[in-house]
C-alpha cells in the first residue's frame, strides 16, 4: 500500500522571487519551522543533495535523512526523492509552480509507502503531512510576500 498527498498555496510575489527563494535549500532553516538545519553535500546544475535535521519533537528527538532535488527552471518544477529513507519505504515528492493572479501556485505532491516497522503507516503518515504542509506553506508564503514586499 502507498499514499499520496497534495497541498497548495498562492503565494503573492513574482515567479523568479518564489522559485529563488523556495529552491535555495541552505536557506531552508529559515523557510521552514522545522527544520534546525540544512547541509549541502553536493551540487550541480539544478540539482543538489542534502541533509536536513529537524528541530526536537516533544520527545526531544531529532531527525535526519539525505534527500536529492532535481529542479527543472523551465517547466518550474521539482522532483526529490529521499536517499536516506528512514522510516519510508520511499519518499518522492514533486513541487509545480505556476503564474496565477499575480502570484504563483505552489503545489506540493508526495508519494510514498511506510516500512512495516515505521512507528506510523501509511494514513497515519498522511494525516500528519496533511496536517504539517499547509503550516509550512502558510510560512513560506508570509516570508516570500514579505521578501516581495521589500520587507525582509
Excluded at 71 to 85: H, L
Amino acid at each position: 500500500m502507498a499514499a499520496r498527498t497534495e497541498n497548495t498555496v498562492l503565494v503573492q510575489a513574482p515567479m523568479d522571487l518564489v522559485w529563488r527563494m523556495t529552491n535555495d535549500v541552505a536557506s531552508w532553516p529559515e523557510l521552514f519551522s522545522e527544520y534546525a538545519a540544512a547541509e549541502i553535500l553536493e551540487q550541480g546544475e539544478n540539482r543538489v543533495r542534502f541533509r536536513l535535521t529537524t528541530h526536537p519533537d516533544e520527545a526531544g528527538r531529532t531527525w535526519s535523512w539525505v534527500s536529492e532535488r532535481h529542479s527543472d527552471p523551465a517547466s518550474r518544477t521539482v522532483r526529490a526523492e529521499r536517499v536516506e529513507t528512514g522510516p519510508f519505504e520511499y519518499m518522492r515528492i514533486h513541487w509545480d509552480y505556476t503564474e496565477v493572479d499575480g502570484g504563483v501556485r505552489l503545489r506540493w505532491v508526495q508519494d510514498f509507502a511506510m516500512k512495516p516497522a515505521a512507528p506510523v503507516d501509511d494514513a497515519g503518515m498522511a494525516e500528519r503531512i496533511n496536517r504539517n504542509t499547509p503550516v509550512q506553506q502558510r510560512r513560506i508564503k508570509e516570508i516570500v510576500e514579505r521578501a516581495a514586499k521589500g520587507e525582509g
